[in-house]
Every structure is written in structure tokens, then in C-alpha cells.
């Protein structure tokens, strides 16, 4: 049975379609044209193969060309040359590749002009955090070779957009490399140019590169980019891992760590408000907090909260434009923020801000005070104070 196997072409036939059935899991195996046998050489042409368990119904894949031997009793063993091979998807363009395998050794090249990120998780089962992701990749190259039992890759594409829960990423060039096997694996990915964005923040990528292997939690990151919100440039450097990162923010002119920080994550300047930020680098929490919200899809929620800021609030109609905020100094006092411009047949008036305080002396006793600043305009330069009114409430509260 196994020298008609091997010597014969209806005996290679059926070697194939019992590799193709049993480890590509496909129900439609067609061969055009078959001739030789696995020992004196093979050739099958105008291969198709289709109907792919739990994947859908119109992915195919085609060879132009297949040829080969095996010839156990060599050290070469089993030996395949592909020629012009395709993979059809649903929504993308058709995934190209051609190589050889020889001797427990591969040499593949892998093209596509696009690709749909939908389609890759049609044909990967990817875990149900990843499933969620959209976009698409152009002109994907990529390479394989070195042992089958650890093959080496590399390869670049562009990102025309890949988004995830109100996070995108979009025309960052892209170069990846690494290796795989059983028990170990490398992948390190370096992107240049492109941009982020989350909500109405954009931060602009000047280079990027990621790592992550077999025993590390999370993939390290080292970023360089800014961002331009309310006329200040940030600069972010972040480096580190997901898990642990190093995160440091400058601007022109320069401004607190943390009002940068706050800056990012709402999109807004927040003049007047120096008093709320304290000086100094953002903590290894807050950076991960960010990270977080930019890429795993966290709320902004979380970093609030580790300013102690809270009644957060924004107005924006066709009488007024306003936003306010309020902090927790300490267990008994907490300082507020507001910033109010009216609108009067369409003309900006002059905006007030308000800035408060309160101390509870106990559950249902506390003091306020209140300080209204009226001002010419806001710039980002000092600003002149025309009028100051200042109030001071004593305040009970009681439930009956």
C-alpha cells in the first residue's frame, strides 16, 4: 500500500487530498491536471481548494503550480516548489504568495495590495477583545524562512486605519520582524508617521516600536509623538510596557506634567486652572491610566480620579459656552473651577471665571467662598482682571 502511495500519480493525489482535508480542514478539493508520482517527482496544476470548516463560504485558495518529491531515504526528504498562489477573501484583495519548502527549510514571500481587517478574523480565530478591531492594511509584503519548526519573518505594510472602541490608528508606515515556534516567539514592529485618535484628541506620530515575546505580560512600547490642544504643542515621550510605563510630557510654553496630561485627555486648555495641577513627572499609574484610555479602550474616568477631580462639566449652546471642574484637596476641602462666556446675538461677551472653595466643618456644616474674576479677553498670557467680587457662605444642610 505505501510503495503504491509514493509511486504512483493517483497514489500522490490521494496523499494530498488527505493533508488538505485533514490539516486545512477544507471539504472541496479540486486538482485541473495531475501527473508523476511523490518518488520520481509530482505536478499538479490549477489547484483549488474551498469550503473551509468554521470559515466562510467564499474564501478560497488557488495554486497556479504545484511540484515536488519525497524521497524519505534522502536528507533533502520531502521537497515543494509553489508557484503563484492565492488566498480570496471576502473584502480584500487577494493575499499572494509563491516559495519553496525543502528539507525541514522555507522560503515564502507573502504580498497584498489590501487588506481588510475583518477578513483576517474570518480566517484566525482571534480572541473576543481582538474581534471588535476594523480597518485595513495596503501594500502588505512580508517574507518567510528558516526551519519549519521555527521560521524566521519579516515584512512592512501601511495602516490606512485600524479602530477599536473610538480609538484609531491611520497612515503609519510600518516594518515588522520575528520569529515563531512551538515555545518561544518574538515580534517587533517599528511605525513611522501616521496619527492617533481618540474622540476629538489627535496626537501625531513621529516613530514608534513595539516588542513583545514569549513570558512578558504585556509588549513593551517606545513612543515619540505630540499633540496640539488649545495652541500648545505636547510632546509625549512614553516608553516601557503596557503594564509599566514611563510616560513624559513637555509643551511650549511650558506647562505642568499633569494640566498636559489633563490637556490630552479632554482636549481642552483649561485657563485659569494652574492652581489644580501640581509640578512634577506623571506618576508610573497615571501613565498606564492614559494608555488605557488611548489604545485599550479605558475611560478617561480613571485619570480624573487620580487628580481627585470629579463634577466635571461642559456647556456649550447658543447663548453660552462654559466649563468647569472640581478638586479634592483633602478629605475636608474640596476648590472649584468655571470658566462661562455668554453669547449676545452671536457676539462673544467677556468670560468670567469663577473660582470657589469649600470646607466642611462637619456632615452638614460648611463653609464656601466664591471669587468672580470678569475679564477683557483670554489669551494664553496673563490675563487682565477688570473686576474681583468675592462672597463667603456659611451653609447648613439637614435631612428631615
Not at 91 to 113: E, T
Not at 275 to 295: C, M, N, R, S
Request: net charge neutral.
Amino acid at each position: 500500500l505505501l510503495a503504491g502511495l509514493v509511486s504512483s500519480r493517483l497514489g500522490a493525489i490521494m496523499v494530498f487530498n488527505i493533508f488538505a482535508g485533514g490539516y486545512l480542514k477544507a471539504a472541496n478539493i479540486n486538482i485541473g491536471k495531475s501527473s508523476g508520482s511523490l518518488i520520481n517527482g509530482l505536478l499538479f496544476e490549477n489547484i483549488e481548494i474551498s469550503s473551509f470548516n468554521a470559515m466562510p463560504e467564499n474564501i478560497a485558495l488557488k495554486i497556479s503550480k504545484l511540484d515536488g518529491y519525497f524521497r524519505p531515504w534522502r536528507s533533502s526528504g520531502l521537497a515543494l516548489k509553489l508557484h503563484n498562489g492565492r488566498i480570496d477573501l471576502p473584502n480584500s484583495d487577494p493575499i499572494l504568495f509563491s516559495g519553496r519548502y525543502q528539507g525541514g527549510i522555507l522560503d515564502l514571500d507573502i504580498f497584498s495590495k489590501r487588506i481588510v481587517i475583518s477578513d483576517i478574523g474570518a480566517v484566525f480565530s482571534l480572541p473576543q477583545d481582538l474581534q471588535s478591531i476594523n480597518g485595513a492594511v495596503s501594500d502588505f509584503s512580508s517574507k518567510v524562512g528558516g526551519l519549519q519548526a521555527r521560521p524566521d519573518f519579516n515584512g512592512s505594510f501601511k495602516i490606512e486605519q485600524i479602530a477599536q472602541d473610538g480609538f484609531s490608528v491611520s497612515g503609519s508606515q510600518a516594518v515588522f520582524k520575528g520569529f515563531y515556534s512551538k515555545d518561544d516567539f518574538y515580534i517587533q514592529a517599528d511605525f513611522e508617521g501616521g496619527s492617533i485618535a481618540k474622540k476629538d484628541i489627535t496626537v501625531n506620530i513621529q516613530w514608534a516600536k513595539t516588542e513583545f515575546s514569549q513570558g512578558h505580560k504585556s509588549p513593551s512600547i517606545d513612543f515619540q509623538g505630540y499633540s496640539q490642544v488649545g495652541g500648545v504643542k505636547i510632546e509625549i515621550s512614553l516608553r516601557g510596557s503596557i503594564q509599566n510605563p514611563y510616560l513624559k510630557l513637555t509643551s511650549n510654553p511650558e506647562l505642568s506634567q499633569e494640566r498636559l496630561l489633563i490637556m490630552l485627555v479632554t482636549g481642552k486648555r483649561w485657563k485659569g486652572a494652574d492652581y489644580f495641577f501640581q509640578e512634577g513627572e506623571v506618576t508610573p499609574e497615571l501613565a498606564k491610566d492614559l494608555v488605557d484610555y488611548f489604545i485599550l479602550g479605558g475611560r478617561a474616568d480613571k485619570i480624573m480620579q487620580r487628580f481627585g477631580l470629579s463634577d466635571i462639566s461642559f456647556r456649550y449652546n447658543n447663548t453660552v459656552r462654559s466649563f468647569g471642574l472640581k478638586k479634592s484637596l483633602s478629605e475636608n476641602v474640596d476648590a472649584s473651577y468655571e470658566l462661562e462666556q455668554s453669547l449676545i446675538n452671536g457676539q462673544s461677551q467677556a468670560p468670567v471665571q469663577r473660582i470657589g472653595g469649600e470646607y466642611r466643618i462637619t456632615d452638614g456644616l460648611s463653609v464656601e467662598i466664591d471669587r468672580e474674576l470678569k475679564s477683557d479677553r483670554i489669551t494664553g498670557e496673563e490675563e487682565k482682571e477688570s473686576q474681583a467680587e468675592g462672597k463667603i457662605f456659611l451653609r447648613f444642610k439637614k435631612e428631615f
